[in-house]
């Protein structure tokens, strides 16, 4: 059948047509990758940036990060090295400020303890991050040592252990007391939430958390397989990577298994499309754009709450009662002064409709403006609050176990 007079002349302008329309649009991007190609720069990491905007894929500072473990390996930092937990204080340690001492034991302070209780002294353990260890104070001032002090005005005798660690989730402080605290048979286990706990779960590589961490070490990361609830956890990357070999893992994260655990991961993966400049900056705005750091999603959420309902249980278990106590950073007074709610209020609820929770946020509200050291922790007017808040609660506790 013969098709209609000037069908095929309109069919080849049509594609003509569009051959050109495709030929502009090839151009157009191609200039535009020659114009983003012209103004990125390159650092010594090999990190490319267009301003102060980083390109996908992200690159770690390894060569600092090296140095850092070098000092580990070596010996010279606070912190070291643990197959169990990533890392915990070095025994018998003075921080480089001369503020933070740890004794044999690997508990905060001076003072020797004994595994056994003292008859007729109430001993409580104390767990979390270096908001509980109480970082940038001296070892009288964090709210552990308060807290002794206030159930003193009570009349309460009591020994508090200091077992937080600086960049610990829940997931390590939960660990930690498995591991160190049991054996010390306290009355009372008391969790320090500082909210960003709950992100760092999702962690595995605490460089991609952080990439100037002093501790560029990998941590232990639970699985939630099979359920929501604490029963249904699973730990991976035990016993840790060793300082010597873990340059080697950053190095190549592509062909590191943990990293398909890690949440912070992905933006240092380097996928073949990337090697275009104009698209690694089109999916890095996006993607910032998106991002928000202090979000939870329902891993997360889920995560930490089955984490602490798991640290509750064994703590029972143990014989000892257990309460978590609500550590606020600055920005999340703030937000709360404002007459708002926190980026975590609906995890802390979930958590107080479940374990016994003391929230010092109110108190606390009155000192937000000095009561913090210039890294953002506590000053030792702030953990006094907390100490204040607390000592009722951990005394009515240990009278209920």
Known sequence: MTPPPGTTSTARRRRARLLTALAVVLLSLGACELVVRAVVRRDADGQEWIGERRLRPF?????????????????????????????????????????????????????PTALAPTPGVLRVAVFGDSFTFGDEVGDDDTW??????????????????????????????????????????PDVVVYGFQPENALRNLNVFRALYFAATDMPLQKPRFLLEGGADDRALRAIGQPTIAPRDMLAALADLDRQPLAAYDRYAPPYFDHWWLRSKLLALLVTIAANDLADPFRLDDESRTLARALIDRFAREVTESGAAFVVVHLPRREDLTTMHAGGEPWYAELLREIASRHRVVDPSAAMQQAREDGFEKLGHYAAEMNAIVAAELADPVAAAARER
């Open 59 to 111: 690159r770690l500072p390894l060569a600092s990060i090296a140095e850092r473990l070098a000092a580990l390996e070596d010996g010279r930092t606070f912190f070291a090295w643990d197959p169990d937990l990533g890392w915990a204080p070095r025994r018998n340690a003075t921080s480089a400020s001369g503020l933070a001492h740890v004794g044999y034991d690997g508990i905060r302070g001076v003072r």
């Open 144 to 185: 552990a040592v308060a807290l002794e002090r206030a159930l003193a005005e009570h009349g309460i005798a009591a020994e508090v252990l200091n077992f937080g660690v600086n960049g610990y989730g829940t997931d390590q402080a939960y660990l930690r007391w498995r591991r160190d605290g049991r054996r010390f048979a």
